[in-house]
């Protein structure tokens, strides 16, 4: 059992206000997921050859006290940068920003600080996840001051793999697009045999890695988002409610036994989907809404 929120702002004067709005989903679904917490927020895009990547220093020695300021350094002086890297720091989590090819970085990170996990890549989202109560996770990254379009989010109860901040919610694939999970899938490995052989890596033994890759890879083969997620109701086998996050959009499908709870509140300011309505409940004008469960074996795609 796990608890997944996602929230889009649809009115940009209100986009300030997202995490005052999303802090007390991600909160309200603790009983669902007490052991980790995560959330990916997408903000205004960076300028077109600039790249986002977030990283977590928490599995390194020593962990929150990491110099983040002397690895940018070594990172500019390595890579000769024309326009030097950013890099914004808050205790065992970075966002660095630079204007080159991610996968340089990516490459001289592994090499130069193999224990730095890299949690997302792109022009717009940002990427926090850490073990702990979701109230501690959500007031160590500040994520009540979070402002963006939209995010997704997730409170873990393990079920099939270990409690690390590698195995929370979101998963990320390729660029600017993460899914988060509440169900088990009985094909991962499977899966993991169909894509590996592609080239695909991947981090963890977590199901729900299996289904992020899976959609991404189709959306790079070409497919739109509707036709990767149709293609999932055909290749993912098990119980799940997945919500995804994309550079303009939030996605919501659920198994065709729909056995994973959710509800979805959509006023003319913003559309909020939680595994449980208690979540919902304080959000402003949430009384008006028009409040639905979604149906199986449907999707549901909600544009910025």
């Given at each position: 059992?796990?608890?997944?929120?996602?929230?889009?702002?649809?009115?940009?004067?209100?986009?300030?206000?997202?995490?005052?709005?999303?802090?007390?989903?991600?909160?309200?679904?603790?009983?669902?997921?007490?052991?980790?917490?995560?959330?990916?927020?997408?903000?205004?895009?960076?300028?077109?050859?600039?790249?986002?990547?977030?990283?977590?220093?928490?599995?390194m020695e020593d962990g929150e006290n990491f110099d983040w300021r002397?690895?940018?350094?070594?990172?500019?002086?390595?890579?000769?940068?024309?326009?030097?890297?950013?890099?914004?720091?808050?205790?065992?989590?970075?966002?660095?920003?630079?204007?080159?090819?991610?996968?340089?970085?990516?490459?001289?990170?592994?090499?130069?600080?193999?224990?730095?996990?890299?949690?997302?890549?792109?022009?717009?989202?940002?990427?926090?996840?850490?073990?702990?109560?979701?109230?501690?996770?959500?007031?160590?990254?500040?994520?009540?001051?979070?402002?963006?379009?939209?995010?997704?989010?997730?409170?873990?109860?393990?079920?099939?793999?270990?409690?690390?901040?590698?195995?929370?919610?979101?998963f990320t694939a390729g660029e600017d697009f993460c899914l988060v999970?509440?169900?088990?899938?009985?094909?991962?490995?499977?899966?993991?045999?169909?894509?590996?052989?592609?080239?695909?890596?991947?981090?963890?033994?977590?199901?729900?890695?299996?289904?992020?890759?899976?959609?991404?890879?189709?959306?790079?083969?070409?497919?739109?988002?509707?036709?990767?997620?149709?293609?999932?109701?055909?290749?993912?086998?098990?119980?799940?409610?997945?919500?995804?996050?994309?550079?303009?959009?939030?996605?919501?499908?659920?198994?065709?036994?729909?056995?994973?709870?959710?509800?979805?509140?959509?006023?003319?300011?913003?559309?909020?989907?939680?595994?449980?309505?208690?979540?919902?409940?304080?959000?402003?004008?949430?009384?008006?809404?028009?409040?639905?469960?979604?149906?199986?074996?449907?999707?549901?795609?909600?544009?910025?």
């Open positions: 059992m796990c608890g997944i929120v996602g929230l889009l702002v649809k009115k940009p004067a209100l986009r300030a206000r997202l995490g005052e709005w999303m802090a007390p989903m991600l909160i309200g679904m603790t009983e669902r997921g007490p052991d980790s917490a995560g959330l990916a927020v997408f903000t205004e895009p960076t300028p077109d050859d600039t790249r986002k990547i977030s990283l977590y220093s928490g599995l002397r690895m940018a350094q070594e990172l500019n002086e390595h890579l000769h940068l024309g326009v030097p890297a950013s890099l914004e720091a808050v205790g065992n989590h970075a966002i660095l920003c630079a204007s080159v090819d991610p996968e340089r970085v990516k490459c001289w990170l592994k090499e130069r600080y193999p224990g730095l996990f890299i949690l997302s890549t792109g022009r717009r989202i940002d990427l926090y996840k850490d073990i702990g109560a979701p109230a501690e996770v959500a007031a160590r990254y500040g994520f009540d001051k979070l402002q963006g379009t939209h995010l997704v989010g997730h409170t873990r109860m393990a079920t099939e793999s270990a409690v690390t901040p590698d195995r929370a919610h979101p999970h509440n169900g088990s899938l009985s094909n991962p490995n499977g899966i993991r045999r169909q894509l590996e052989p592609r080239g695909i890596h991947f981090e963890t033994d977590n199901d729900t890695e299996a289904a992020c890759r899976f959609l991404e890879w189709r959306l790079r083969e070409g497919d739109d988002l509707e036709m990767a997620l149709k293609k999932g109701f055909e290749e993912l086998d098990g119980f799940y409610t997945f919500l995804m996050g994309t550079k303009d959009a939030l996605a919501l499908i659920r198994d065709p036994f729909a056995c994973k709870p959710a509800v979805v509140a959509e006023t003319d300011d913003y559309v909020a989907i939680a595994s449980e309505f208690r979540s919902l409940a304080h959000l402003p004008g949430v009384k008006d809404a028009h409040v639905f469960e979604p149906a199986p074996e449907e999707m549901y795609v909600w544009k910025i």
